[in-house]
C-alpha cells in the first residue's frame, strides 16, 4: 500500500494540448510532487501500461487520469482493456472528459472506472477539480503499490 501522502505516479491520457497545459498547471499551481506523465492517444496509452517501444522503462502509474474522446483507441477502449488485465485492474481510473452525457458516464461505471469527472471549462474550477482529484488519491485513499 503507498502511504498518504506519498508522491505518486500519474498517467494522463489526453490528446488536446490546453487540456495537458491546464492539468500540468494545475500541479504546478497547486505544488503537487506527484510525477505526470502524459500520452496522447489510446496506443500511446496502452504502450506506456505494457512498458512497449519508448516507454519500455516507463513506470507503472499509481493512477490514470482518461479522457474518453481520443484518437487511435478511444478512453472506453483504453478503460476496458485496463480493467480487464489483471496485471493493471487495480489502477485506479479517473474518467476525465468534458462529456457530462449519461449514457457515457453510464458505460464509464460499467468498464469499471472508478470516478467520472466532467472537465470545468473555467481554469480555475478546472486546476480545483485536478486538485480534489489528488487530494482523494493522494492524501484520503490508500493506493496499493505495484510490485514488479
Known sequence: MTTPGRPIDILLVEDDPADELMTREAFEDNKLRNSLHVAHDGQEALDFLYRQGRYAEAPRPDLILLDL???KYDGREVLGRIKADPELAHIPVVVLTTSAAEE????SYQLHANAYVTKPVDLDQFIAAIKQIDE?????VRLPSYQQ
Open 69 to 71: 474522446n481520443l484518437p
Open 104 to 107: 457515457d458516464i453510464l458505460r
Open 136 to 140: 482523494f488519491f493522494v492524501q484520503v
